[in-house]
């Protein structure tokens, strides 16, 4: 069976860094475009970014651009979402997801919560 | 980057059908055929209904289907089961390798 776990989410302050993991299994990733999505509590699901197979092209909701930065290792089989001067909006369920315009594998998620 | 426009909740008995509609513009919803549909129980991760506006992937019943005019595209449940009671959410393709996902809509079934 795919699995995607994604590990990384915490509380962190207002302006702080953290970097959310998904390891990937049972599934040949390197062929995937990957992405993440979040969801906001009560909210519904956000777009957040996505990246190529290779990890040529990197794309990013407006929100994010020049904080967080999406990148893989394929040998590792894993992806990752660095995350810069996170802000309070920035507080979901973080979910890696295989594909590019459509999404079959999910992971659980992991939570981030930005309080001081 | 709008969000795509559902109604909030729908409801229907068992046994009945209901269609949920997913609104955007045409530079998203109808300028491509890249449609998806999700189903969210609470606490869960999404699970893949639709793809590509009518495709459905292995596994998920035939009651699901989904169709598109213009800008709007729907997804209709035929047969009603007290398991389809979750949250739905459509995305659509944008362009420059960006996917956008409507608000999401609570289907109730009575």
């Known amino acids: 069976e795919v699995q995607l776990v994604e590990s990384g989410g915490g509380l962190v302050q207002p302006g702080g860094s953290l970097r959310l993991s998904c390891a990937a299994s049972?599934?040949?990733?390197?062929?995937?475009?990957m992405t993440w999505v979040r969801q906001a509590p009560g909210k519904g699901l956000e777009w957040v970014a996505n990246?190529?197979?290779?990890?040529?092209?990197?794309y990013y909701v407006d929100s994010v651009k020049g904080r967080f930065t999406i990148s893989r290792d394929n040998a590792k089989n894993s992806l990752y979402l660095q995350m810069n001067s996170l802000r309070a909006e920035d507080a979901a369920v973080y979910y890696c997801?295989?594909?590019?315009?459509?999404?079959?594998?999910w992971g659980q998620g992991t939570v981030l919560t930005v309080s001081s | 980057q709008s969000a795509l426009t559902q109604p909030a909740s729908v409801s229907g008995s068992p046994g009945q059908s209901i269609t949920i509609s997913c609104t955007g513009t045409?530079?998203?919803?109808?300028?491509?055929?890249?449609v998806s549909w999700y189903q969210q129980h609470p606490g869960k991760a999404p699970k893949l209904m639709i793809y590509?506006?009518?495709n459905r992937p292995s596994g998920v019943p035939d009651r699901f289907s989904g169709s598109k005019s213009g800008n709007t595209a729907s997804l209709t449940i035929s047969g009603l089961q007290a398991e389809d009671e979750a949250d739905y959410y459509c995305?659509?393709?944008?362009?420059?390798?960006?996917?956008?996902f409507g608000g999401g809509t609570k289907l109730t079934v009575l």
């Open positions: 995305s659509s393709y944008t362009g420059s390798s960006t996917v956008v």
């Open positions: 990246i190529e197979q290779d990890g040529s092209e990197k």
């Open positions: 997801a295989a594909g590019k315009l459509s999404h079959l594998y």
């Open positions: 590509d506006v009518s």
């Open positions: 045409s530079s998203d919803v109808g300028g491509y055929n890249y």
């Open positions: 049972r599934f040949t990733f390197s062929s995937y475009w």
